[in-house]
């Protein structure tokens, strides 16, 4: 019913950027929060940054100042520019929607695919 499609990974020398983006389609009436999360080897995915249907973020602390994350409505995308990229950085990045398909709905969770980030010299 709904597709998410990321894409802007890959590798980064240290104190780079990147771009990130994750488009939405099929099936919605509305998106509500839409976060990015991340996913180290040997780690669990951890929340990146957040941001509400209202345009209000929430940034984990290891990407606060670094990280910012928007969405376009529109286009049912949200993206997140990452700047002064350390090889901590370095993670599987994954795009979650909260997504009503149908008015009456509360919303359901939808994931995307996952973009590989890679920091290194």
């Known amino acids: 019913q709904v597709q998410l499609v990321e894409s802007g990974g890959g590798l980064v020398q240290p104190g780079g950027s990147l771009r990130l983006s994750c488009a939405a389609s099929?099936?919605?009436?509305?998106?509500?929060?839409v976060g990015w999360y991340r996913q180290a080897p040997g780690k669990e995915r951890e929340l990146v940054a957040a941001?509400?249907?209202?345009?209000?973020?929430n940034d984990a602390d290891s990407v606060k100042g670094r990280f910012t994350i928007s969405r376009d409505n529109a286009k049912n995308t949200v993206y997140l520019q990452m700047n002064s990229l350390n090889p901590e950085d370095t993670a599987v990045y994954y795009c979650r929607f909260t997504v009503v398909v149908v008015f009456w709905q509360k919303g359901d969770d939808y994931w995307g695919q996952g973009t590989q980030v890679t920091v290194s010299s």
């Open positions: 941001i509400t249907s209202g345009g209000s973020t």
């Open positions: 099929g099936s919605i009436f509305s998106i509500k929060a």
